[in-house]
């Protein structure tokens, strides 16, 4: 294993007041979570379609200015709604407001009513994921170029299954890959994305694996570790964001750290 075991809570920024959302940031972080995330949407995913929701990045500023230890970031950004180099100065932005505990989540898109509601061209899905592609260097240069410059090289998440295509723009530019579906196909698609990075020079081996999870750690755990996941996520709704299962997941976590030779 390559990285350490880590546990992420998603705080989905819907059916919530912002007072219940900070304070499910300050329920986590004291629970010993290693990374809190959001989501970038315009309107909830679920439950009412036009119940309370709020904007991801403006969001990722506060929680840099609340919190102390966790990473943040959201998992993921739409790449299709800000021009690669804003979204690149605000990710360099906040990783200076979190003292460098920003991980830049970026995936191409897919929820077709923001895109309508807000004005963005659609397109197709390989139109989308052409447009990450470009998008990825632009990001890094921009980076590279702000003044001043990140406090580290920020970690970029890349979210997507996409066996042509997404999984070699990850192969290419990720740190972590968070993947979407169960363990056979993590397992399948983690060996197509070594075999992307053989293809594009670089070792892939060592993009770290990034699944969500729903379930609790006796279930599922060692069936995911084994096929190479290491950063876990459980989502949370509002507007309760109930911590149970995290705790779970943390103490399996603090026990298979306890546990190591």
């Given at each position: 294993?390559?990285?350490?075991?880590?546990?992420?809570?998603?705080?989905?920024?819907?059916?919530?007041?912002?007072?219940?959302?900070?304070?499910?940031?300050?329920?986590?972080?004291?629970?010993?979570?290693?990374?809190?995330?959001?989501?970038?949407?315009?309107?909830?995913?679920?439950?009412?379609?036009?119940?309370?929701?709020?904007?991801?990045?403006?969001?990722?500023?506060?929680?840099?200015?609340?919190?102390?230890?966790?990473?943040?970031?959201?998992?993921?950004?739409?790449?299709?709604?800000?021009?690669?180099?804003?979204?690149?100065?605000?990710?360099?932005?906040?990783?200076?407001?979190?003292?460098?505990?920003?991980?830049?989540?970026?995936?191409?898109?897919?929820?077709?009513?923001?895109?309508?509601?807000?004005?963005?061209?659609?397109?197709?899905?390989?139109?989308?994921?052409?447009?990450?592609?470009?998008?990825?260097?632009?990001?890094?240069?921009?980076?590279?170029?702000?003044?001043?410059?990140?406090?580290?090289?920020?970690?970029?998440?890349?979210?997507?299954?996409?066996?042509?295509?997404?999984?070699?723009?990850?192969?290419?530019?990720?740190?972590?890959?968070?993947?979407?579906?169960?363990?056979?196909?993590?397992?399948?698609?983690?060996?197509?994305?070594?075999?992307?990075?053989?293809?594009?020079g670089r070792d892939a081996t060592a993009v770290e694996r990034?699944?969500?999870?729903?379930?609790?750690?006796?279930?599922?755990?060692?069936?995911?570790?084994?096929?190479?996941?290491?950063?876990?996520?459980?989502?949370?709704?509002?507007?309760?964001?109930?911590?149970?299962?995290?705790?779970?997941?943390?103490?399996?976590?603090?026990?298979?750290a306890a546990d190591a030779p």
């Amino acid at each position: 294993m390559t990285h350490p075991l880590r546990i992420a809570v998603q705080i989905q920024p819907q059916h919530a007041d912002y007072a219940q959302i900070r304070d499910a940031v300050l329920r986590a972080e004291d629970a010993g979570v290693d990374a809190i995330f959001n989501w970038d949407h315009f309107f909830p995913l679920y439950g009412d379609p036009d119940g309370k929701h709020f904007e991801c990045w403006t969001m990722l500023g506060a929680w840099a200015e609340q919190t102390s230890r966790v990473e943040i970031g959201a998992l993921v950004s739409c790449n299709s709604y800000r021009n690669p180099e804003l979204l690149a100065d605000m990710a360099r932005t906040v990783d200076h407001m979190s003292g460098g505990r920003l991980i830049l989540g970026i995936g191409a898109g897919w929820f077709e009513k923001d895109y309508d509601q807000f004005g963005y061209e659609f397109g197709t899905a390989g139109s989308r994921i052409a447009d990450l592609a470009a998008a990825m260097p632009r990001i890094k240069a921009r980076l590279a170029a702000g003044n001043p410059a990140p406090t580290r090289e920020i970690p970029v998440m890349i979210g997507g299954g996409g066996e042509k295509k997404t999984l070699r723009i990850v192969a290419e530019h990720a740190d972590i890959w968070h993947s979407f579906g169960d363990v056979e196909t993590l397992t399948r698609k983690s060996a197509i994305l070594d075999e992307h990075g053989t293809a594009v020079g670089r070792d892939a081996t060592a993009v770290e694996r990034s699944v969500g999870v729903s379930e609790p750690p006796a279930a599922v755990a060692d069936a995911l570790v084994a096929a190479g996941a290491t950063l876990f996520t459980i989502g949370l709704n509002g507007p309760d964001y109930d911590l149970a299962l995290t705790e779970q997941w943390v103490r399996w976590r603090d026990e298979r750290a306890a546990d190591a030779p």
